[in-house]
């Protein structure tokens, strides 16, 4: 059995399988944090078994288990299984996420440690693979008060700019675009959001950034760049920020401004100001699903102040891509003003 331990923003991470498949993407995936561990902090445990067919999962449900939902869908990068099938089950202090065919997590909340089992791990993506122990680390992180968004993440000066969007909005467009011209990235996806003395704080969640073929025409950086630091993935081409911009990394700021993008067939660009409650409405499904009602409503709670401490725009993103910096950067200065203001006023 091979293991690993990082340090995830002072929470401690240990990763362990006997299946270099299963223990070297995650490695990878957890490559930009420090392998320090924090004294008197509990490490969250996980552990990945791959199986050759799904009856060597062990029966794990019990008595108390109750079922809280069911999808299928078709998959992609399974070269053994065309559809998948998911199901959700909830038992005091536990969570089993079913994935059939595929495999099942097992998430213990009150010992902070997940089973993980995949079957035929080789049929599957590398990405598809990473996806159960993103699963199940964003569930035992929300336990201690670190949330996600499905957006992207950056940082200028100490100040912190938030673009959710699901694919196809020019999420990631728009991060490359302010990446290139200083910003600094926390992550491309997944950032982690987190309060400590009472303000709240965006925390760094660096990893690959996937980015669509259409998108890399407006790049120049990117016109002559091979398959060995541009590759293709499994959805999109996908790149590591250090191979094209030097110094581009930040690990935490004050998150000041969220910005949702909209793409438009127009040559300029611009924003609106956005509404508190149409932008939590907004912001709301780009979070991961949550059944546990405690978990939900401080999840709530901790998005709505979030929105609420924030200044709010719609980008209508036209054709000027490299021209964003040049709309963005006032507005998240003014924020920055608008701020100390509020500060001194009270």
């Known amino acids: 059995?091979?293991?690993?331990?990082?340090?995830?923003?002072?929470?401690?991470?240990?990763?362990?399988?006997?299946?270099?498949?299963?223990f070297e993407p995650i490695q990878k995936f957890l490559r930009y944090f420090t392998q320090n561990e924090r004294e008197?902090?509990?490490?969250?445990?996980?552990?990945?078994?791959?199986?050759?067919?799904?009856?060597?999962?062990?029966?794990?449900?019990?008595?108390?288990?109750?079922?809280?939902?069911?999808?299928?869908?078709?998959?992609?990068?399974?070269?053994k299984r065309s559809t998948w099938n998911y199901t959700l089950y909830m038992e005091p202090q536990k969570t089993i996420a079913d994935y059939h065919d595929q495999g099942l997590i097992v998430i213990d909340f009150a010992s902070e440690t997940a089973q993980i089992y995949?079957?035929?791990?080789?049929?599957?993506?590398?990405?598809?693979?990473?996806?159960?122990?993103?699963?199940?680390?964003?569930?035992?992180?929300?336990r201690r008060g670190f949330y996600?968004?499905?957006?992207?993440?950056?940082?200028?000066?100490?100040?912190?700019?938030?673009?959710p969007g699901c694919s196809g909005r020019g999420k990631t467009t728009a991060f490359v675009s302010l990446l290139r011209s200083?910003?600094?990235?926390?992550?491309?996806?997944?950032?982690?959001?987190?309060?400590?003395?009472?303000e709240l704080e965006l925390l760094a969640f660096e990893e690959k950034v996937d980015i669509l073929e259409s998108s890399l025409k407006f790049f120049p950086e990117f016109h002559n760049a091979g398959k060995d630091i541009l590759p293709d993935g499994l959805w999109k081409r996908f790149f590591y920020i250090e191979d094209f911009y030097k110094d581009g990394f930040a690990m935490s700021c004050q998150p000041r401004m969220l910005v949702f993008p909209q793409v438009v067939d127009s040559p300029k660009s611009w924003v609106e100001p956005l509404g508190k409650s149409r932008a939590l409405e907004e912001l709301l499904p780009e979070t991961m699903d949550v059944f546990d009602k405690t978990i939900a409503k401080l999840e709530f709670s901790f998005l709505s102040r979030l929105v609420n401490q924030l200044d709010c725009y719609?980008?209508?993103?036209?054709?000027?891509?490299?021209?964003?910096p040049n709309l963005i950067t006032p507005l998240l200065e003014k924020s920055s003003v608008n701020c100390e203001s509020k500060v001194l006023s009270t």
């Open 148 to 163: 996600t968004l499905h957006a992207t993440a950056l940082e200028k000066n100490g100040l912190g700019i938030l673009i």
């Open 314 to 324: 719609q980008l209508y993103f036209g054709h000027d891509v490299l021209e964003l």
């Open 1 to 22: 059995m091979q293991c690993f331990e990082v340090s995830i923003h002072n929470n401690n991470i240990k990763v362990s399988s006997s299946s270099p498949l299963l």
């Open 40 to 79: 008197g902090n509990q490490v969250l445990d996980f552990t990945f078994y791959a199986v050759s067919r799904r009856e060597q999962i062990p029966k794990v449900l019990s008595s108390q288990a109750k079922e809280v939902i069911s999808r299928s869908g078709t998959t992609r990068g399974d070269a």
């Open 118 to 142: 995949v079957v035929e791990p080789e049929a599957m993506h590398e990405d598809v693979r990473v996806s159960y122990f993103h699963y199940a680390l964003i569930e035992l992180l929300k």
């Open 182 to 198: 200083g910003y600094r990235c926390l992550s491309d996806d997944h950032p982690l959001l987190h309060e400590i003395h009472g």
